[in-house]
């Protein structure tokens, strides 16, 4: 009820103005947040596709010849879909250690991550990124992010700025994206499918738990992962004993 209303205030705004706004701003500013609540899971996954193209431009994509974007494209041969949405693996020549999946199946992995990862520690990453595109966490974090967006241009709209959505803000739902937390519960769901994903796969579980453990390891680098997916000794424990009673075993 509560975000209805935000969102009906933002679309009233929009249609009401004042003496020193632009009311197209903010009629798009409104309309923004009323698609948020209404958009389907098609809409908001082509709309999560355009902050990854712009994503994309704004970061350095590593070439399909590079050693690693063939190290990617081996262990992921074969994972072309998640539940009907098509997976597009790619390499991020940073050495941040990060990965993320976007909820039209855009999954990046930062060359960072992969310095510090075994192919096992690596593919259980992944598999954890992956059921966040599976469980449409990744969806409900994208839907909020936009709407976020649709407040600021509705903020930017009263000091007289065009709300329009350029690709500046699709780039900066992306970064709204990655930097929000998933709830424990999602991140919880999510490892526990990176065990399975594991024996998918057919490589070890227990790698779920030495990826947890390295990330622990590097969390002083600070940012990526470990502002977004923060390690934690239970994460550790909850991983060793899914992978002992996953089905591989």
């Known amino acids: 009820m509560k975000k209805t209303l935000i969102a009906a205030?933002?679309?009233?705004?929009?249609?009401?103005?004042?003496?020193?706004?632009?009311?197209?701003a903010l009629l798009g500013a409104g309309l923004t947040a009323l698609q948020g609540f209404t958009l389907s899971k098609s809409q908001l996954q082509a709309e999560a596709s355009l902050s990854a193209k712009q994503m994309d431009e704004e970061n350095k994509l590593a070439p399909a010849n590079d050693a690693y974007s063939k190290r990617l494209a081996k262990l992921t041969r074969g994972l072309t879909s998640i539940d009907g949405t098509p997976l597009d693996f790619q390499v991020y020549?940073?050495?941040e250690i990060n990965a993320f999946a976007m909820p039209d199946g855009t999954v990046r992995v930062y060359s960072g991550l992969m310095d510090v990862m075994e192919d096992?520690?690596?593919m259980a990453v992944i598999g954890h990124e992956v059921g966040h595109i599976k469980f449409e966490h990744s969806?409900?974090?994208?839907?909020?992010?936009?709407?976020?967006?649709a407040a600021r241009q509705a903020a930017g709209a009263m000091g007289g700025t065009v709300g329009a959505l350029a690709a500046s803000e699709y780039a900066?739902?992306?970064?709204q994206f990655l930097g929000a937390r998933f709830?424990?519960?999602?991140?919880?769901?999510?490892?526990?499918?990176?065990v399975e994903f594991l024996c998918q796969v057919n490589m070890d579980p227990y790698a779920a738990m030495r990826a947890q453990q390295k990330l622990m390891q590097h969390a002083g680098s600070g940012g990526g992962l470990f502002s977004s997916h923060p390690s934690t000794a239970k994460r550790i424990e909850l991983a060793r004993d899914a992978a002992a009673n996953s089905s591989c075993r």
């Open 9 to 24: 205030a933002l679309f009233t705004l929009g249609l009401s103005g004042c003496a020193t706004s632009d009311n197209g």
């Open 93 to 95: 020549l940073d050495d």
């Open 120 to 122: 096992d520690e690596l």
């Open 139 to 149: 969806l409900n974090r994208y839907k909020t992010a936009y709407l976020t967006s």
């Open 172 to 175: 900066e739902i992306g970064t």
């Open 183 to 194: 709830s424990q519960k999602d991140e919880l769901q999510s490892d526990a499918y990176g």
